[in-house]
């Protein structure tokens, strides 16, 4: 398997005119003792405001997650001006796909988490809470089975300030944070308290939520360290201002996290 690319077309047939790519990061199989068809795998879905796909949080985060063990698959999602509910749809495919394919890259169907970084955990979020949304249904032929993450990983999410982003169509505001159910799935959140770009409260807002809400929830907010620093790690700080090797511990932290619900 190693890497490869998988077009709109090949997650779904409706997604024909979609630009969407799957760019899969997945361990061989070789009889070693990881290869029992346990492993969880990470839908990726870097952020960039829905204008672009940021690297920062594309390849490196794929890379870190397969040397844990854990086979990734990064989304670059249609942009703006294509509008919602495109992206949305794009991420479930994606979800559902993986899941379909779960025995040929040695997954169990039920450990399919979904990761998003800003606005790509604006979307993870959109996943976590609307799986069961009819519009999967209607347009994928999707069931909430099959379009569930099963564990959520937020990066210094975008949960209750873009208003143009709204799966349903349209331009009404979104809380996300208001719309966490005990159903939503376990959750990992992290994020900066200098955070200038999305404040720290969208993180701790949804954190509430879940929590009130009873969803299995670790948080992790790190003192310093500005918006969309991916790994905070060299292999990802595009400065060193986005380098912070206190708060790269959060994926260190996240695999174990994960490992464990």
């Known amino acids: 398997m190693g890497y490869f690319r998988v077009g709109a077309r090949q997650l779904h047939q409706s997604l024909v005119d979609s630009g969407a790519e799957l760019e899969v990061y997945c361990r061989e199989r070789t009889g070693l003792l990881a290869d029992d068809g346990q492993r969880w795998g990470v839908l990726i879905l870097p952020g960039g405001g829905y204008e672009r796909i940021a690297p ?5 985060v794929a890379l870190a997650f397969l040397a844990a063990g854990i086979q990734a698959f990064v989304l670059s999602y249609s942009l703006l001006p294509q509008g919602w509910p495109q992206q949305f749809l794009e991420g479930a495919a994606a979800l559902a796909w ?5 025995e040929q890259f040695g997954l169990r169907p039920d450990r399919v988490a979904v ?28 069931t909430p089975e099959q379009a569930r993450p099963d564990a959520a990983i937020l990066g210094y999410p975008v949960v209750n300030e873009m208003r143009y982003i709204s799966p349903l169509g349209g331009e009404e505001e979104l809380r996300l944070d208001r719309r966490v159910r005990g159903e939503h799935p376990p959750a990992f959140l992290w994020a900066t308290g200098e ?3 999305v404040p720290v409260q969208n993180t701790l807002d949804y954190a509430a939520a879940l ?7 670790e948080l992790h907010l790190f003192a310093r360290g500005p918006h969309a620093m991916g790994l905070a790690d060299r292999e990802s700080a595009r400065d060193e201002a986005h380098y912070n090797a206190h708060a790269a511990a959060w994926h260190g932290l996240c695999v174990d996290w994960l490992k464990g619900v």
């Open 115 to 142: 990761c998003g970084f800003s606005a790509g955990g604006h979307l993870a979020a959109c996943l976590s809470c609307l799986w069961d949304h009819p519009l999967l249904a209607e347009r994928l032929g999707l």
């Open 211 to 217: 929590r009130k809400a009873g969803v299995p929830t």
């Open 195 to 197: 955070d200038a770009t």
């Open 98 to 102: 993986i899941r379909a394919h779960a």
């Open 56 to 60: 920062a949080e594309r390849e490196p």
